[in-house]
């Protein structure tokens, strides 16, 4: 079979880059190994994918160019992505912070892509392995399970190592190997750590207690949202955000009153009930089982008239500081993003093409840009397939 593009991956990215392609009069093949497209899409956001976040910008991407994602997404905005969404009437809201997720169903959204697809002429074969791809005369040769396929383009949107179960492999990685790329060192990102030993046992049993707001740190990047103390470790929104930061070893922080001043508030507690005991005063600013096992562990709980206004501080500055041991992530298996991956280095910023074989694509999460939680990472395959898309064949 001869082709002008053929897309390696009907995710996300994958499908933008071959409707955009398609659109152009290209003659475009989608092969996925997966029995579905867009299986990420129809697990995402519980079931109803933060398909964008309208305030993205590239300071919402982690990469070890901060800048190579800025051409496409300057190109392809969270608008345009919209406008594709209230042509095909998919209901849609703002969750918060810029985050748009469909009123019903993930799966709208694939179908969208899909009949978009079909509309373009785009041929996606799901159940559909590729064994090996070379380099041809005028292009590349892959062998599929629909047999020889010839492209002028070939356009590697084979995602990132999260979720094997869904699909995820290394073969992009290796791809990118195959024709010289470099691919920087990987690891599970946006996803839950784990503490062991003393420190787990320590609040194990505090599983399923949640802050609704705390502030995460590492360094100077920290997110404020939920936390949420699991059986393993912890997690919740603002851990799963700090978690793209954090590497084994590093200091993490989590002020778990930030928009209290709990020294303050402490001391004026203290005044107007002086009788009460600090572990149940707590009980009023965090969840009961964690102040309770606060007391327990660090603080030693006694009436408030007996603290000095200098204990008091103390006990504030350590809630607004207070350091979590966590001695790694849960992996790919619950992550939902990989980091890391093709260096950019030896991309186009405005095409996503390789600098190295010319013809060669690498679209997506497979590439070292990776988003924060919030309908970023669906915006920069979005916006790197369309940049793509422009240009293949
Ligand atoms: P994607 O993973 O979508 O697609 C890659 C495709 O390549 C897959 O279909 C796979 O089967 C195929 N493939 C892999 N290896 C292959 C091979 N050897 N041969 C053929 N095909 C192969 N992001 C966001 O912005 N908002 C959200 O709500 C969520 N929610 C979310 C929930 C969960 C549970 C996860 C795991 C992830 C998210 N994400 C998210 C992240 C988002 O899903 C992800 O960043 C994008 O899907 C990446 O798009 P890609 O097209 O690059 O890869």
Not at 137 to 158: D, I, M, R, W, Y
């Amino acid at each position: 079979m001869n082709v002008d593009v053929l897309v390696i991956g009907a995710g996300a990215a994958g499908l933008m880059c071959a409707i955009t392609a398609g659109q152009r009069g290209k003659r475009v093949l989608v092969v996925d190994h997966a029995n579905k497209a867009g299986k990420k899409i129809l697990m995402s956001g519980g079931g109803r994918c933060n398909f964008t976040n309208t305030g993205t910008t590239p300071a919402n991407f982690l990469s070890a160019n901060p800048h190579f994602a800025k051409s496409a997404l300057a190109r392809y905005t969270p608008w345009d992505f919209i406008a594709l969404v209230e042509k095909h009437r998919i209901r849609y809201h703002e969750k918060e912070l810029g985050q748009l997720f469909c009123d019903e169903s993930s799966k709208l959204i694939v179908r969208m892509l899909l009949d978009e697809c079909a509309a373009a002429g785009v041929q996606v074969e799901t159940g559909c392995a590729v064994q090996r791809v070379r380099k041809a005369e005028h292009g590349f040769s892959a062998a599929t399970a629909l047999g020889e396929v010839q492209a002028t383009s070939l356009v590697v949107a084979t995602g990132g190592l999260s979720i094997p179960a869904m699909g995820a492999t290394g073969f992009g990685y290796e791809l990118a190997r195959q024709f010289g790329h470099s691919v920087l060192p990987t690891r599970a990102g946006l996803v839950p750590l784990t503490q062991s030993g003393k420190h787990q046992e320590r609040y194990s049993d505090l599983a399923g207690v949640a802050l609704p707001v705390a502030e995460a740190r590492v360094g100077k990047q920290g997110f404020r949202a939920g936390l949420l103390f699991t059986h393993r470790g912890i997690s919740g929104p603002s851990i799963l955000q700090i978690s793209s930061y954090w590497q084994p070893g590093d200091d993490l922080r989590v002020d778990l009153s930030p928009d209290v001043d709990a020294a303050g508030w402490l001391a004026a507690q203290r005044a107007a009930r002086p009788a009460a005991e600090l572990k149940n005063v707590l009980a009023d600013l965090l969840p009961k089982r964690l102040a309770q096992r606060l007391c327990e562990l660090w603080f030693e709980s006694r009436p408030m008239r007996q603290y000095r206004e200098a204990e008091l501080g103390e006990i504030g500055r350590q809630l607004h500081d207070w350091p979590i041991v966590a001695s790694g992530t849960e992996g790919y298996r619950t992550a939902e993003v990989t980091l890391g991956g093709v260096d950019t280095d030896e991309l186009s910023s405005s095409t996503m093409e390789s600098r190295r074989v010319p013809g060669l694509y690498f679209i997506g999460e497979v590439v070292d840009v990776t988003g924060w939680l919030g309908g970023y990472n669906f915006q920069w395959a979005w916006a790197s397939g369309h940049a793509a898309g422009e240009v293949v064949g």
